[in-house]
Structures are given as C-alpha cells and as structure tokens.
C-alpha cells in the first residue's frame, strides 16, 4: 500500500509533468539535469501543447518561470526528485524516491501527453545549458514578439541584440535554421 502521505506538496498534474519530463530526459540523456536545462525542457512541453500551466518571461538565460523554480522545490520536498549536485550553486536533478508514486497517481492524464514530453526530452538530450539558452530564445523570441508569423532576419536580429556578445549572428542564424528545419518554429 503506498504512503501518499510522503507527498504533500506535488499533489496535481504540474507536478507529475514536470517529474515525468525529468525522469524521461535522464533515461536518454547523459547530460547534467540542471537548472537552465529543465526551465528550457519545460519551456518546450508547453510549446509542445503539454498543459503546463507556468508563464515564461525572457530573462538573461532565456525563458523562465518562476513557477518552475517553486514546483522544482515542492518534488524536492516531497522527494520526487533529488538534488545530486553536492554545489550548492548548482543543481543536477534525477529522479527521487517517491517519483513512481506521483507518476502512478497521475497515470490516466499523464499518458495524453507521454509522446510529447518524451519527444521533448530526445529532441533536446545532446544540448548543454548554453545550446538550450539560444534555442530557446530563438524560439521565444518567434513565438511571442511578432504579430503574425516573423521572417527569418527579424527574429535573428531581435536575438542577436539581446544575446551579443555571449552569441555570434552566426551561430544565432545556424541554430535558427536547424530549429525551422526540425519543424520547431511555426
């Protein structure tokens, strides 16, 4: 019989989401689950039409939710997921005792949207943090600060002037073209 009383924090659908997007990119990423990754994962599952309920903002690294953040803190309490990193200023999450309980709870409305958080999570598996933070951008960027649908130079000028010097235009135009390419930017 499980102990549901080992959950008090991560009880609703956000939650096992989110703790079913972690497990899903440690089973095929071999990549540290840190903090800038799993905003930006999150970031895409919404994309992705996965209801996650959080609200991104650009900010230095790319979008991020507060939300996250707190709902990262609630699985760590409730032991859903776990904190490896033994640096407190970084953070390297896998999956916790009680993660396959939550997940098992959640079960039903999980299994809509598995594909799409497991889809998710390979297509992103090989990026480091900084690889994250520009697509993302470049896909925040598309998505949200344009009326209509904004041509390729737009959104690559309005990254570049946000991220230069950290980003060459360069690579701003590559990672561009490989996110329209793998049918990312609509």
């Not at 490896?84 to 200023?89: A, G, H, L, T, V």
């Not at 916790?96 to 949207?113: A, K, M, P, W």
């Not at 690889?131 to 009326?147: D, K, N, P, Q």
């Amino acid at each position: 019989m499980p102990d549901w009383s080992q959950i008090v924090f991560s009880m609703d659908l956000a939650h096992a989401l989110v703790a079913y997007l972690i497990r899903e990119y440690k089973r095929v990423s071999r990549k540290k689950l840190g903090r800038t990754i799993l905003q930006k994962l999150c970031y895409f599952a919404k994309a992705a039409g996965v209801p996650i309920p959080f609200r991104f903002d650009i900010y230095h690294y790319g979008p991020f939710s507060q939300e996250v953040f707190e709902t990262v803190d609630d699985l760590i309490l409730d032991g859903v997921i776990a904190d490896e990193s033994p640096d407190r200023s970084q953070s390297s999450y896998t999956t916790g005792v009680n993660c396959d309980l939550l997940l098992r709870t959640f079960q039903g409305e999980l299994d809509s949207y598995k594909r799409q958080l497991e889809n998710v999570a390979e297509t992103f598996s090989l990026l480091d943090p900084s690889s994250m933070e520009l697509v993302s951008t470049i896909h925040y960027i598309h998505a949200s600060w344009f009326t209509g649908v904004p041509r390729k130079e737009e959104v690559v000028n309005a990254v570049w002037e946000i991220k230069r010097p950290k980003f060459e235009r360069e690579l701003v135009d590559k990672a561009y073209d490989v996110l329209a390419t793998a049918g990312l930017l609509r």
